[in-house]
């Protein structure tokens, strides 16, 4: 007799408002730790990552001759000219070197040198 219940019981639901509704609920319940974590990993991971990759967007071609850059492997220089895909770069005085227009990280500005000028006066 106890064993017909529990069969009856798991073939109705365990007495949902109709056949199948707890198998239901019990679906989408279990599907909900997923989609929160699919939220929470949608704003903590790709969202700011589609944002600096706008920012790196607009600022690669917003180059223009003159600006002083660094780039992704850490040289710093100044440009002298560009290309569609490539920007060639002032080193040194007499130093210049082509390299890729998506290898610039990001526009030096006056606290780089400031910086710098005081570590070459520590030294």
């Known amino acids: 007799m106890f064993f017909q219940s529990v069969v009856m019981a798991q ?3 365990g007495g949902g408002t109709g056949p199948g509704a707890s198998s239901t609920t019990s679906t989408i319940l279990s599907l909900a730790p997923f989609a929160l974590i699919f939220v929470i990993f949608y704003f903590l991971v790709i969202l ?3 944002k600096r990759s706008k920012q790196q967007k607009a600022l690669l071609e917003a180059l223009k001759k003159g600006d002083k850059v660094v780039t992704a492997s850490g040289i710093w220089g100044t440009i002298s000219n560009l290309g569609k895909d ?3 770069l002032q080193i040194a005085d007499t130093t210049k070197i082509r390299i890729q ?3 610039i990280a990001r526009l030096r500005g006056g606290d780089d040198e400031d910086k710098d000028k005081d570590k070459d006066k520590d030294s």
């Open 11 to 13: 073939l109705f639901g």
């Open 101 to 103: 227009r998506d290898q």
């Open 86 to 88: 490539t920007v060639t």
């Open 48 to 50: 700011p990552q589609q």
